[in-house]
């Protein structure tokens, strides 16, 4: 496929050009930490790159393609899942990932900026809604393996018991100061799991309510 036929920040190279593309993605990450998405500037993450800035417009063109490629290697990058062999075990692995992920400075300035940004401009809207799905598909099976040991209602949808175990986490980044810990991340794993269990996630069909 011709790189040129294509939209920026979507081709996965190797090589040299992976190292830069590595580096670019680091130095806008670090960028957008500091001063937000308003702040960001090709020109600036060149610099703190060591790449020229023809490399940086050549290739991502725009700030918004440049932060859809972020969240696309920050997916490509994430832990796997762990298997405790229990729902409860399962999502308070979930749940305490992202919490380490969000009370890292770095990242957790990040996720704002990128989510303030999300807000007004349908690119990153649609690059973040792609990276939580990469995140939520990954988790979900988890879910499903409670379904099938019985831990779970037939029809609960996993999907669903995988975002109320992050929400609570991303609801505390955004409208407090405080710092997230593990009792918080606990806290919402033990809420999703007791609510998957009393069948707040189940379809009707699932469940054989008419």
């Not at 060149?46 to 696309?72: E, I, P």
């Not at 692995?93 to 940004?117: M, P, W, Y």
């Not at 955004?174 to 810990?181: C, M, P, Q």
Request: proline content about 4%.
């Amino acid at each position: 496929m011709d790189s040129e036929s294509v939209a920026p920040g979507t081709v996965r190279p190797g090589g040299r050009t992976a190292q830069v593309r590595a580096a670019v993605l680091r130095a806008a990450g670090d960028a957008l930490a500091e001063g937000g998405f308003a702040h960001l500037d090709l020109a600036d993450v060149a610099r703190r790159a060591g790449v020229g800035k023809t490399t940086v417009y050549r290739r991502w063109a725009t700030t918004t393609g440049l932060v859809a490629d972020l969240l696309t290697h920050m997916a490509e990058e994430s832990l796997p899942r762990t298997e405790t062999g229990s729902l409860l075990g399962d999502l308070k692995a979930n749940a305490r990932l992202v919490q380490r992920t969000l009370s890292d400075e770095r990242h957790g300035a990040l996720f704002k900026a990128v989510i303030a940004a999300a807000t007004c401009d349908p690119r990153t809207a649609e690059a973040l809604h792609r990276f939580y799905g990469v995140r939520i598909a990954e988790w979900a099976p988890c879910v499903q393996q409670a379904v099938d040991r019985g831990e779970l209602p037939e029809g609960t949808d996993p999907h669903e018991v995988i975002r109320a175990v992050s929400a609570p986490l991303y609801y505390a980044l955004l409208t407090s100061g405080a710092t997230l810990d593990k009792p918080a991340a606990g806290r919402a794993a033990e809420a999703a799991a007791a609510a998957a269990r009393a069948g707040v996630f189940a379809s009707q069909a699932g469940t054989g309510v008419g």
